[in-house]
């Protein structure tokens, strides 16, 4: 055994910047990314909407009623507590069950919903990197499939990216209201759901 004192340390919290770990961003790319980042909590709210929208219209025989209802309680706690991907899902399933949906592009939908969850984990989940001259950062962040994230983010792609997320959100609701109901929570035109 060695006479030599094991040196120990700690980190010396009072002189880290202001704002540690966020100080190398400009707070515009703090906004830009917080703003994309609500607008996916609220399509996941949209989508939640969305579900209880195509499951209390759906028609059922009067032997399917009582059935029906007991299962629809599980389906709207899901549609409060799920996270994006079952969402998505279960908005799927929701909207091809629906014998008077109207939606003609949900194959197409479904798949840029999918792709921008994508997105929205690396946004939510990354680790932000020093950026570059121009701002741009790019996140550390492995998927479950151990795909590395490798493009550089900058405000100009987080202000798209919010944008393409709303054009997501209106294309739910649409899908909706096209049906000729009111978007539950909205005054959008339409047959109220649940008075």
């Known amino acids: 055994m060695s006479d030599e004192v094991e040196k120990r340390y700690i980190i010396d919290q009072g002189s880290l910047p202001e704002l540690y770990p966020t100080h190398l961003h400009e707070s515009r790319f703090w906004e830009a990314l917080g703003r994309t980042v609500a607008t996916f909590g609220f399509l996941e709210e949209t989508l939640g909407k969305a579900i209880f929208s195509f499951t209390a ?54 798949g840029e919903l999918r792709e ?4 929205r984990n690396v946004l939510c989940h990354g680790s932000w990197r020093a950026p570059d001259a121009a701002g741009a950062s790019i996140p550390l962040f492995v ?49 109220a759901i649940w008075p």
């Open 57 to 110: 219209t759906k028609p059922y025989r009067e032997d399917e009623i009582q059935k029906a209802y007991a299962e629809w309680l599980p389906k709207l706690e899901h549609a409060l507590t799920d996270q994006l991907g079952t969402l998505i899902n279960n908005y799927g399933k929701a909207v091809r069950e629906h014998p008077s949906a109207t939606i003609s592009n949900l194959d197409e939908l479904l």
């Open 143 to 191: 998927n479950r499939q151990k795909e590395v994230f490798e493009t550089a983010v900058d405000i100009d792609f987080l202000n798209q990216f919010q944008r393409h997320t709303v054009s997501l959100v209106c294309a739910v609701v649409d899908s909706v209201t096209h049906m000729g109901w009111q978007f539950p929570g909205s005054s959008s035109p339409g047959k």
């Open 116 to 119: 921008a969850s994508k997105i």
